[in-house]
C-alpha cells in the first residue's frame, strides 16, 4: 500500500459521471432502451494512491474504468485530470494525454495484436509520441522488458509464444512504454492461472513504487482489492454504495452489499467451507434498474423506503461513505 498519499490533491475526478448504451434500433416504432452502465458517480484518485474498485461482473466496474481514461465519452457528468476538464478534449489533445493515463487490459491474448512482434509492440508507444528514433526506441525496448522481468531478447518473438502472466507483463510494460502517472488496472489477473496472479500483482506494485504511479485498480476479489489498495469503494448496478480506507473493511463492511461481498471471500477453515450463498438472487437488469437503493430485492435488511427512495452516498464515520437509509 502507499504511503503519503493521504494529503495529495486528486489526480483522477469524477463527479455525476453516467453512461448509457442504447439497445435496440426501435424496430417498427418499438421504444429504444437505454442500459445504464454507470449512473451519477463521484470519485476521486489522490495522488500516489491505489484506489480499488470492486463489485460483482456487469456493476460497471470496467466501464468505469474507461470513462475515467475518456476512452469512452461519458452520456453525462465531468472527467477532471490534474484539475483539468477533460470531458470533452478532442483526439489531438486526448492523444497527448496518454502520455500521462494508462490501462492494463484484463486479457493480454486479445488485447495485444498478434500480427506484431513484442518489440513492435513496445516501440508503438514511441513512435506514436515521436519521442525517439529507431536504435533509442530499441533500447527503450529492451529495457522495458527488464523492467518486467522479461529478457531483451523476447522482444523478437510473437505474443502466442508467451504464456499468460509473461504476455500480461508485456502489456503492463506497454502501459508504463510512456511513463504514465496513473494507470487503470482493470482485472489485470483475472484471465490468469492462480498461481501466477500473486507474481503480477508483486510486480504492478513493485513498478508503482519504482516510478511513483497512481492506481485505479478495477477488480471482482475483494480480498485482493483490499490487500493491495489504500481506499475501495464498492460498486453496484452502476452507482458506488461504499468508500472507505481498506483497513476499515477488515472488521465489517457498512453497506449490506460490502457485508454479503465480505462473507462471500473464501476461508482458510475446513469447519467453514460450507457456508450458505452471501446474496440471494441476482444482479438486476441495467436496462431496468430498481427503484429506490439498487440492492434493495436483494437485501436481508430491506424496509419500505429502500424500494422508494434512494440513499444518497454519505459520510457515515470519518473517511467513509455508504449508501444506505439505515447507517
Do not use: W
Not at 297 to 315: K, S, T
Amino acid at each position: 500500500m502507499s504511503q503519503g498519499y493521504q494529503n495529495a490533491e486528486p489526480l483522477l475526478k469524477l463527479e455525476g459521471l453516467a453512461k448509457s448504451f442504447k439497445v435496440g434500433t426501435g424496430f417498427l416504432g418499438s421504444r429504444k432502451r437505454f442500459l445504464k452502465a454507470v449512473d451519477g458517480v463521484d470519485l476521486a484518485v489522490l495522488t500516489g494512491e491505489v484506489l480499488g474498485l470492486v463489485g460483482e461482473s456487469g456493476c460497471g466496474k470496467s466501464t468505469l474504468g474507461r470513462l475515467a481514461l475518456r476512452l469512452l465519452r461519458p452520456s453525462a457528468g465531468r472527467v477532471f485530470f490534474e484539475g483539468a476538464d477533460i470531458t470533452d478534449l478532442g483526439r489531438r489533445q486526448l492523444q497527448a494525454l496518454r502520455r500521462q493515463m494508462q490501462i492494463v487490459f484484463q486479457d493480454p491474448m486479445t488485447s495485444l495484436n498478434p500480427r506484431l512482434t513484442v518489440g513492435s509492440l513496445l516501440g508503438e508507444p514511441f513512435a506514436i509520441h515521436g519521442k525517439y528514433g529507431r536504435a533509442e526506441t530499441g533500447r527503450q525496448v529492451a529495457a522495458l522488458l527488464e523492467e518486467v522481468g522479461l529478457r531483451p531478447e523476447h522482444a523478437r518473438r510473437y505474443p502466442h509464444q508467451f504464456s499468460g502472466g509473461q504476455r500480461q507483463r508485456i502489456g503492463i510494460a506497454r502501459a508504463l512504454a510512456l511513463r504514465p502517472s496513473l494507470v487503470v488496472a482493470d482485472e489485470p489477473v483475472s484471465a490468469l492461472d492462480v498461481s501466477i496472479q500473486a507474481q503480477v500483482l508483486n510486480l504492478l506494485m513493485e513498478l508503482k513504487e519504482r516510478f511513483s504511479l497512481t492506481y485505479l485498480f478495477v477488480a471482482h476479489d475483494l480480498s485482493v482489492v483490499l490487500h493491495l489498495s489504500d481506499r475501495v469503494a464498492v460498486m453496484y448496478l452502476g452507482k458506488i454504495v461504499e468508500l472507505a480506507p481498506a483497513a476499515a473493511y477488515t472488521g465489517q463492511g457498512q453497506h449490506p452489499y460490502t457485508q454479503a461481498l465480505l462473507a462471500a471471500a473464501p476461508v482458510a477453515d475446513p469447519k467453514r467451507r460450507f457456508r450458505p450463498p452471501a446474496i440471494e438472487g441476482d444482479v438486476a437488469s441495467p436496462l431496468a434498474p430498481p427503484p429506490g437503493c439498487r440492492f434493495h430485492p436483494r437485501c436481508p435488511e430491506r424496509q419500505d423506503i429502500c424500494g422508494q427512495q434512494e440513499p444518497p452516498l454519505r459520510e457515515v464515520e470519518p473517511g467513509r461513505l455508504c449508501a444506505c437509509h439505515f447507517r
